[in-house]
């Protein structure tokens, strides 16, 4: 381990999760502590994840460029390794063209870093550029963009805590995003708000909730359709929104008549009666919001989708305290994909196909981008050492996130050229050509974006250990040697300043203006602030009206034990293993059995038991309790990734084998 570093009370942002709260490092107690002027932890309350944001941050360091030589990496001058990188990158593009080249972004980089990756990429002919920010709630974004025309958090903070109800699906905000949740949830529920919690397994939200709507796993969709028909049928919809602000609708009625709550939610699993009550709680809010997680990703935008028709159907959407509102995890996971580190996007949310787009960044940068969209970040590390020859990765670890591949190794074994940028050794660097030594959160100067569209600033506490380099400095250093483009800069400033100029949703925020206070898109150019609430008059599509869509129940609904009679097996229910915003004080090396269930296969408290799947099998302890509903388990993803394949996963337990 190396010596320890020496912090400056800075005042930045927590890394931790997307929520975005201000600390600075406290000498005294060598943790962080809470700014009370902040915009978001306002009290300058942290979570414990947040006060701990400082530890470990010097464990295992990177501290010189590596280069490898006879299966070995070697430590080499910075030249060395810069010259190394160069000639790799070029070599796969010359012999197979860009588009056998990917650049992985990560969203714990800021939006300076990510940003200049996209511009090598794209300056370098290929589209291939994505991070895995995209993937922890793609198909909500994917809805979102499709219907709304973004996949911004319609509110914001402020705003939602003046709602009178709040469904909260696949998502567990009381322990994931504490801070916003106090303030937002637990806030309006406390003055008598209603909160709706759709998720098969009770957790800390649900302790909160007043209506608890736990379906059999992979209906949810179905969930949400009766929720739909429940209102329909109460008379609860807005017929003034509905006449004003949507397409479809008569379409839409008619494709409800095939759901009726009594029998389908049966089917689901739930109470008809307390699916009832929901919907009234719901649909007789003034204002109701929603907030989804990544519980709600299984069933390819079934889900999203329906919960956009609720929204719509009840008119809450376009005014305060109301909305489509992913609670995303990581810290940068808005701005990563804000600024363009995507296959199929330019910065500010732009199609590659849109011609005036790559026009305004062609103008800009002196090359205009492929206007092919490239190949996602799963499908794209899936083609390593087959279409894709040579990678470069920014502060990621995809030889850990694919591990649902058994031919991981082979594929990372089989490029032609790997370069990893990070702080620390790790599953992939162990397959690098060349290893470059990054800088830490706390060593960094940039903008990140939270969870509700606000721009915020990082601000350097430490310098980066040994000869390590900040990740700005080395993209463009970089992007000097591989393309015709301009990389001069200096510093993240002058970054923000050419990314606001190609980014519609930034055009008017300076890097002053985000070191002063934070900004939150969208920020047109020449307005003096950016817009709390979306989609007012006309949503981002540019149209008046968003379309309703017939619900799809039919993706990936399954059933455990009880439900099914397989009784031997149950589905396992993890968090998205691409969401690393865990819960603080949850035992990671646990299995969460129902009783039902554990008494039929005889496994007590405390039990340590085999968990196996057809991919494999892990050791955990039992832990009997009702948060999880029967034929279901729950473990955090970490610990059970080697069970886990595509689809729905269902597992056996058993005494182990020692």
Excluded at 52 to 73: C, I, M, Y
Excluded at 647 to 657: A, H, K, Q, Y
């Amino acid at each position: 381990m190396n010596d320890a570093p020496e912090y400056e009370p800075t005042t930045t942002t927590c890394p931790e999760c997307a929520v975005g709260c201000s600390l600075r490092y406290d000498d005294g107690s060598g943790r962080a502590t809470g700014v009370e002027s902040a915009r978001v932890n306002r009290d300058g309350r942290l979570c414990p994840k947040g006060i701990a944001a400082f530890e470990g941050l010097d464990k295992d360091r990177l501290t010189t460029p590596l280069v490898r030589r006879d299966g070995e990496l070697e430590p080499v001058p910075w030249e060395e390794a810069l010259d190394r990188v160069v000639d790799g990158i070029e070599r796969v593009r010359e012999r197979h063209g860009p588009d056998a080249l990917a650049f992985l972004g990560a969203p714990r980089c800021t939006n300076e870093e990510n940003y200049l990756l996209g511009k090598i990429a794209r300056s370098l002919g290929t589209n291939n550029v994505d991070n895995r920010a995209r993937s922890c709630h793609d198909a909500t974004a994917q809805a979102m963009e499709a219907r709304l025309g973004s996949s911004g958090t319609t509110n914001s903070l402020e705003d939602l805590a003046e709602a009178d109800a709040f469904l909260v699906a696949g998502a567990n905000p009381a322990a994931r995003q504490p801070i916003a949740f106090d303030r937002t949830v637990r806030s309006a529920v406390n003055d008598g708000a209603a909160l709706l919690h759709l998720d098969p397994r009770a957790n800390r939200t649900t302790r909160l909730a007043t209506h608890h709507l736990a379906p059999h796993p992979g209906h949810d969709a179905l969930a949400v359709a009766l929720l739909v028909r429940a209102l329909l049928d109460a008379g609860l919809e807005d017929g003034a929104f509905l006449a004003e602000r949507t397409t479809g609708y008569e379409a839409f009625v008619r494709s409800m008549e095939r759901f009726d709550v009594a029998a389908d939610a049966e089917r689901a699993g739930l109470d008809p009666a307390a699916v009832r009550e929901a919907a009234a709680a719901f649909g007789r809010a003034e204002r109701a919001a929603v907030v989804t997680g990544t519980g709600i990703e299984d069933d390819k935008g079934a889900t999203p989708n329906a919960l956009l028709d609720l929204l719509l159907v009840t008119g809450n959407l376009g005014k305060r305290a109301t909305g489509m509102n992913p609670f995303r995890g990581l810290v940068n996971e808005q701005g990563a994909s804000d600024m363009g580190a995507r296959p199929d996007r330019l910065p500010g949310e732009a199609r590659v196909s849109d011609a005036d787009a790559r026009a305004r960044v062609a103008a800009e940068w002196g090359v205009e981008p492929p206007v092919e969209p490239g190949t996602a970040e799963p499908a794209l590390v899936g083609a390593f050492g087959a279409d894709v020859r040579g990678a470069f990765v920014l502060g990621e670890n995809p030889a850990v996130n694919r591990l649902d591949d058994a031919t991981t190794d082979r594929k990372f074994a089989d490029l032609d050229f790997l370069a990893v940028q990070d702080v620390a050794p790790n599953e992939t660097t162990a397959y690098a050509d060349v290893v470059l030594p990054a800088s830490a959160w706390a060593e960094k100067s940039g903008t990140v974006t939270n969870l509700d569209r606000q721009v915020q600033a990082l601000r350097p506490a430490a310098s980066p250990p040994g000869e390590a380099r900040r990740d700005l400095d080395v993209l463009a250093a970089l992007g000097a040697r591989l393309t015709d483009a301009d990389f001069e800069y200096d510093g993240p400033g002058t970054v923000f300043a050419e990314m606001a100029r190609v980014n519609p949703l930034y055009a008017g925020m300076t890097f002053a203006g985000v070191l002063d206070g934070g900004a939150r898109w969208p920020f047109p150019e020449g307005e003096s602030e950016g817009e709390q609430v979306l989609h007012r008059d006309r949503f981002r599509t540019g149209r008046r009206r968003a379309p309703l869509e017939p619900i799809d129940v039919a993706a990936n609904a399954d059933v455990g034990s009880q439900a099914s009679g397989a009784r031997d097996e149950l589905v396992l229910l993890t968090e998205s293993r691409v969401d690393e915003s865990r819960p603080s004080g949850e035992g990671n090396a646990t299995i969460q059995v129902n009783p039902v269930d554990a008494a039929t296969l005889g496994v007590a408290d405390g039990d340590r038991v085999a968990v196996e799947s057809d991919r494999g099998t892990v050791r955990l302890v039992a832990n009997v309790i009702d948060d999880v509903r029967d034929g279901t388990v729950f473990a955090h993803a970490s610990v059970v990734d080697p069970l886990v394949g595509s689809g729905r996963t269902r597992v056996r337990l058993s005494d182990p084998v020692e």
